[in-house]
């Protein structure tokens, strides 16, 4: 299985600062044939359920608002909110779709200083 | 759109079966595979299993073979998730969750939309 692991546990930050999360995969989850990285991020609120932030390691689902952006590739992978706000509170997980079992980072809690 | 609505929440005994339902509404229900995914209190995202409705076969994770089973009715736009055995460790939200259809027996996708996710306490 691919095991993936978020890093830190949680993050305290002020408005408007950069938060930077972390997600390492045991496995590349690059796929050499269409070089694409099968790799998502969600954000959880209390009592919600997840929502889709990115996929394809790097391509915001639309609505998301800008200041969300994904990089890396292979095994190393970077969740960033270049300048936090108060709606930003959460918990953020990565997650690889390469192969089944799908698999979730183990979430970091991103709360406002 | 897509839009999922699942079943209540459940209390069970330790032993026992629980079966939990997710109607969708919008888009083309085999256009798509449903997976489910649970969620401890205060803890991660686990993935259970999923099912492609176009064709019905199942994908278990293997911690859950042999005690859950994912089907779908394409006739009411609604997949199941039954887990038997129940044990107090089993207490956790489980949501339902699409991802577009990639062809085959492909989950390898991102899911989008997300149940409201169903509570399922296991207490004696």
């Known amino acids: 299985d691919f095991v993936m692991t978020q890093s830190p546990d949680s993050l305290t930050l002020s408005l408007g600062e950069r938060a930077t999360i972390n997600c390492k995969s045991s496995q590349s989850v690059l796929y050499n044939s269409n070089n694409k990285n099968y790799l998502a991020w969600y954000q959880q609120k209390p009592g919600q359920p997840p929502k889709l932030l990115i996929y394809w390691a790097s391509t915001r689902e639309p609505g998301v608002p800008d200041r969300f952006s994904g990089s890396g590739s292979g095994t190393d992978f970077t969740l960033t909110i270049s300048s936090l706000q108060a709606e930003d509170v959460a918990v953020y997980f990565c997650q690889q779709y390469f192969n089944t079992p799908l698999t979730f980072g183990g979430g970091t809690k991103v709360e406002i200083k | 759109q897509v839009q999922l609505v699942q079943s209540g929440a459940e209390v069970k005994k330790p032993g026992s079966s629980v079966k939990v339902s997710c109607k969708a509404s919008g888009g083309t229900f085999t256009s798509f595979a449903i997976s489910w995914v649970r969620q401890a209190p205060g803890q991660g995202l686990e993935w259970m299993g999923g099912?492609?409705?176009?064709?019905?076969?199942?994908n278990y994770a293997q911690k859950f073979h042999g005690r859950v089973t994912i089907t779908a009715d394409r006739s009411t736009r609604t997949a199941y998730m039954e887990l038997s055995s129940l044990r107090s460790e089993d207490t956790a939200v489980y949501y339902c969750?699409?991802?577009?259809?990639?062809?085959?027996?492909?989950?390898?996708?991102?899911?989008?939309?997300w149940g409201q996710g169903t509570l399922v306490t296991v207490s004696s």
């Open positions: 099912i492609i409705p176009m064709f019905g076969t199942p």
């Open positions: 969750a699409t991802s577009v259809y990639c062809g085959g027996d492909c989950f390898s996708r991102w899911f989008d939309p």
